[in-house]
């Protein structure tokens, strides 16, 4: 059976949302394909930090308010959730993102996933929990927001159902798989003990440049839905411009055969593909580094890196010490915080969180190097 990509235009977050993510969701059947009477359903955001809805950081409320519509007319009970950054105030990102005025007018559960329990689990020799309304859901519907991102150059689908794991174990987890690599490892194993019944991304307004929150709004003006979170991802790359093998958990999806992951098994349907690809999208800078072949990197694994560096924006407020994995920040009152090199290991934690786009991911000399073409690929 072949898999399936739905994609619908639709260019603001207006009153015909509720049709946009009808249109989106006929070719797969309808909500009604994914849903049914009684069961209660997860509606599961990006809400990464706490950000105004038109910043392009997390999804916005509107799509979710439609999608939360359809599944009550399916009979169902939904529920929003999600586990944001854990160094962000949760009160302050339901409120700034709208989530909490969304719910409350809706008359629908806002669950705070940090605080409602977990399952433990074994992932990768990994020891995790895992949220348990996200485990006690009947239906999981993954609502992501479409964005660049620093460390696995693009966040969407399954990336996004990082946010099932509650608290500051996603700060611990960066320490635990630092590097592209294995924490792309670390998220098609997540991916595979949780996956969504249905996935619907938020690319009305999504994210270019160094995202998750440090990059630029880029209006994209649709919406893409699937089942197949790999294979929605996989499309959004062919959307966007971003070579699939440099997106690090794709490469270990495939591997563990968690989705669809070959471009010629996957049917787009509605809206053409080409009528929505954005002329210009840009990419992480971090992605030159992508490109570099495996046996290179361990040849260079000392001289290739990227590190934060803090610029004049920055207001002391010492969110990037707190996120920081592995203690590389420190910071005296009144003044720029300091890094520590020999314990950073370019986990972008620090980067993710930053509420004034006051870090940027710097490249190590040779790998600004490659990235203007002066090294062999």
């Known amino acids: 059976m072949r898999t399936m990509v739905s994609l619908a235009r639709c260019t603001d977050y207006s009153s015909n949302l509720f049709q946009a993510v009808e ?53 169902a009970i939904p529920f929003v959730g999600d586990s944001p950054a854990s160094v962000i105030k949760l009160e302050n990102v339901w409120r700034k993102t709208g989530f909490e005025a969304l719910c409350r007018e809706e008359a629908v559960a806002l669950v705070n996933l940090d605080r409602a329990g977990a399952e433990v689990f074994t992932v990768v020799d990994a020891t995790l929990g895992i949220a348990k309304p996200v485990l006690e859901a009947h239906v999981i519907i993954n609502v992501p927001k479409l964005k660049t991102h620093v460390l696995t150059i693009l966040t969407n689908a399954v990336k996004n159902m990082y946010g099932v794991i509650p608290g500051y174990q996603k700060t611990l987890l960066h320490r635990r798989f630092p590097t592209p690599r294995v924490f792309g490892v670390l998220l098609a194993a997540l991916y595979g003990r949780v996956k969504p019944a249905l996935n619907i991304t938020d690319a009305i307004v999504g994210m270019e440049g160094n995202g998750p929150s440090g990059g630029s709004p880029a209006p994209l003006g649709f919406l893409a839905a699937s089942a197949d979170a790999a294979a929605l991802d996989l499309a959004m790359c062919h959307m966007l411009g971003i070579p699939p093998h440099v997106v690090p958990y794709l490469k270990e999806v495939k591997r563990l055969k968690l989705g669809e992951t070959d471009w010629a098994n996957i049917d787009m349907l509605g809206e053409p593909l080409e009528a929505l690809k954005p002329k210009r999208f840009k990419l992480p800078s971090t992605v030159p580094g992508r490109l570099i072949p495996g046996w290179l990197l361990i040849l260079l694994d000392r001289l290739i890196w990227i590190r934060p560096e803090i610029d004049e924006h920055c207001v002391f407020c010492g969110l990037c010490v707190k996120s920081c994995p592995v203690g590389a920040l420190s910071i005296e009152k009144g003044r720029r915080p300091v890094l520590d090199e020999n314990k950073c290991v370019g986990c972008c934690c620090c980067h993710e969180v930053c509420p004034h786009q006051a870090i940027a991911m710097r490249s190590s000399p040779l790998l600004r190097l490659f990235s203007k073409g002066e090294l062999p690929s």
């Open 23 to 75: 249109q989106v969701l006929a070719p797969l059947g309808g909500m009604k394909a994914f849903v049914r009477p009684g069961q209660s359903v997860l509606i599961k955001p990006n809400l990464l930090t706490d950000t105004e809805p038109g910043q392009g950081v997390t999804t916005h409320p509107e799509v979710v308010r439609a999608i939360l519509r359809h599944v009550r007319a399916c009979g």
